[in-house]
């Protein structure tokens, strides 16, 4: 089990004719990822690693019979392509690019309400049900099968907390990047409501960052109950000065307004097992499953 | 991107924001000249990117032609420090005069956006001409924000709830300003339209007593006009160059240079030096891809600022391989003039061939097995526990 996708998830590649598309098909399809199409608009027809490219989302999945697309589409057409995938029925879609205007995702938003489209992104590394499926730009051997989830709104920094998992024997179930943009259609909670449900995912690791109060919600989630497994944090930022912006779009502390100090103190007074440094990441989590009584059953 | 206030004054009047009479000046001359034009009592305001302006003695009133000319030669030149700018402080090269006009009432009206909502988002109190921060930590209740999607738009009982909530009586005109930031606000892209305060004049009218306007980074490239009101003198020379180069970076002003790819990983790595009690420099994202191009003006980057004594590199090779971006690391170094000792710590995919060219290469670089290690190397050595 998993959340959002699994072995059976068919994809398709928006933008598959670009390079970093390319490059990551070919990533995809080497973790087992079943990529069943590509969309470009006018290159329909054409191949790519053996992938078949449709002009048009629609066709593609009318053809393919795809549920999941992944998109690495430029910012300045990202928000068309994404919009393309919900109003063709897509269950779940994946926003890579970074530096879509937000008053786009404003639209977007709109959009999406009232569908049943799940959206992660943009600004994203993608997610990896590990040794089922992969959907983005994770690299795949840093992942080992278990039963921790994953949350995290940056890249490098998801990699860094599953191969230090990993590197314990903590295995982890599905590994979410949620993104670093201010406006997405994803957060923190909607992946807990989640792994709430999922029967393999017993503990989960939420990486947040200054900025918003993604993490100060999760936190509620945590502390009223709707989380009920065990719960380590790492929160990045505590050096980041106020009003600037710290590379992501969404990482800014506005005032006093989403301190990596009042994350913490959210999540910790919630029962959250906090990490300190960068490097005691996996430590945290490993704590949170040994207080819980249920590491062994985690390694 | 941030504008300053003369020029959010300039926006708002093309949206029929009534912000009073008033004109920009970079000389004492210029403002009286400007002076001249409008009616005294007036007000003069240091024109930088920064709140809290008045405290640190960038707004005054001025009664005659020749008190402007007083002012603005005392004001033009000056390092004003507020609580924004840090304790550097900022240069006011350009100053606006304007009417001071009678006030009545101060309000706060913002347009911003509600990032959990996914909503756009008026904001009202009126607690105007103080910091809205403040009152929303003494006064919650006195801060009404109303949230509407993009779709709907500002409607008008958005307005009534919001200003009934206030206590505020409805009036036309009132509500036209609040339309009109609303319209202002999604056709250039804002991030931030807000009247601090909004002033309610002893003859009935409204009017925009200060103007502030921030724009998304991201939504630049559809508004040329905008991007030409951007002020060079306001943008950090470092952060400038950097981003001429396509990289993220933000000082912060220590002595330990930062070159991380990733940005959460980038911010993660400052508070790794921060906690083992040193200060780092910069945050820098090198970006995933890392290539010998971008390391070596990462370098330069980081190099330019005077203060930086040891470079910490933190790289995780996930895609792109460790030993590929050590390689990118060896020509960069080759290329540039290097006075600072640098460490290097590679994680993910081969790290260990990564770790051999680096220590292959002859050049001053020390590679380290773990992030810890690379932090507390460069902290004892800028507390003077190792030599390098």
Do not use: W
């Not at chain 1, 992660?120 to 992942?143: A, E, F, R, W």
């Not at chain 2, 009479?21 to 305001?45: D, F, N, Q, T, W």
């Not at chain 2, 930031?181 to 009247?195: G, R, W």
């Amino acid at each position: 089990m998993s959340i959002l996708i699994n072995s059976e998830t068919r994809v398709i590649v928006q933008g598959i004719t670009g390079s970093q598309g390319k490059l990551h098909t070919e990533k995809m399809l080497e973790y087992g990822t079943r990529i069943v199409g590509g969309v470009t608009p006018g290159k329909g027809g054409q191949e790519v690693l053996g992938v078949p490219v449709f002009d048009t989302v629609r066709e593609a999945r009318e053809k393919t019979g795809a549920d999941a697309s992944v998109v690495f589409v430029p910012p300045r057409f990202a928000a068309d392509s994404v919009i393309e995938a919900v109003s063709a029925g897509m269950k779940l879609v994946v926003c890579i690019t970074e530096g879509i205007p937000v008053l786009d995702m404003l639209k977007i938003r709109d959009i999406i309400r009232g569908t049943d489209t799940v959206l992660i992104g943009p600004n994203c590394p993608g997610l990896t049900s590990v040794d089922q499926c992969k959907i983005g730009i994770m690299p795949g051997y840093i992942h080992k099968k278990g039963h921790v989830g994953v949350i995290s709104k940056s890249g490098t920094l998801t990699y860094e907390s599953a191969a230090q998992l990993t590197a314990l024997g903590i295995g982890q179930s599905t590994c979410v990047g949620i993104g670093g943009d201010p406006v997405k259609c994803f957060s923190f909670t909607d992946a807990l409501r989640l792994f709430e449900q999922d029967e393999d995912t017993y503990g989960v690791l939420i990486v947040g960052e200054i900025g918003g109060d993604e993490e100060e919600r999760a936190a509620e989630m945590i502390s009223c109950g709707t989380f009920s497994k065990p719960v380590a944090a790492f929160i990045s930022g505590a050096t980041a000065p106020s009003g600037k912006r710290m590379g992501h779009a969404g990482a800014i502390i506005s005032g006093n307004a989403g301190t990596a100090e009042g994350k913490k103190k959210a999540l910790r007074e919630a029962g959250a097992t906090v990490a300190e440094t960068p490097d005691q990441i996996g430590a945290a989590m490993k704590q949170a499953l040994e207080k819980a009584g249920i590491l062994d059953k985690c390694i | 991107m941030n504008i300053h206030e003369y020029q959010a004054r300039e926006l708002f009047e093309r949206y029929g924001i009534p912000v009073g009479r008033g004109a920009a000046a970079m000389s004492a001359k210029e403002a009286v000249k400007a002076a001249e034009g409008l009616k005294a009592p007036y007000i003069i305001k240091a024109q930088i990117h920064s709140g809290g302006r008045g405290k640190a003695g960038g707004v005054k009133l001025a009664s005659s032609i020749r008190e402007v000319e007083e002012v603005a030669s005392r004001m033009l030149g000056m390092t004003l420090v507020t609580r924004q700018t840090g304790p550097a402080g900022k240069k006011v090269s350009k100053i606006l005069v304007a009417e001071a006009a009678a006030i009545r009432e101060e309000y706060y009206f913002a347009v911003s956006v509600d990032r959990a909502a996914g909503q756009l988002v008026l904001i009202g109190s009126r607690e105007g001409g103080v910091e809205i921060e403040e009152v929303s930590r003494t006064n919650p209740e006195k801060i009404v924000k109303v949230a509407f999607s993009l779709q709907e738009g500002l409607k008008d009982y958005h307005i009534r709830y919001a200003l009934d909530s206030l206590g505020l009586e409805y009036s036309k005109a009132l509500a036209d300003i609040l339309a009109a930031m609303v319209q202002l606000f999604i056709e250039k892209d804002c991030s931030l339209v807000e009247i601090n305060p909004l002033a309610l004049l002893e003859d009935g009218s409204y009017l925009a007593a200060d103007a502030k306007i921030n724009f998304d980074d991201n939504a630049l490239y559809r508004h040329p006009d905008i991007e030409e009101m951007r002020d060079p003198a306001e943008e950090n020379e470092f952060e400038m160059k950097a981003k001429q180069n396509g990289l993220s970076y933000v000082s912060i002003g220590g002595d330990i240079g930062c070159m991380v790819n990733g940005a959460g990983l980038a911010m993660a790595t400052m508070d790794m030096i921060h906690y083992l009690g040193a200060r780092p420099a910069n945050f820098l994202d090198v970006g995933g891809t890392a290539t010998a191009e971008r390391v070596a003006r990462a370098f330069e980057i980081i190099l330019s600022d005077p203060q930086v004594r040891i470079i910490m590199v933190n790289i995780f090779g996930g895609i792109v391989r460790c030993d590929a971006i050590a390689q990118g690391i060896v020509e960069a170094v080759k290329t540039i003039e290097l006075r600072t000792p640098v460490v290097v710590r590679f994680e993910g995919t081969n790290m260990d061939a990564a770790r051999e060219i680096i220590a292959g290469s002859g050049l001053q670089i020390v590679s380290v097995n773990s992030l810890y290690e690379a932090a507390k190397y460069c902290v004892d050595y800028v507390r003077g526990g190792v030599s390098a």
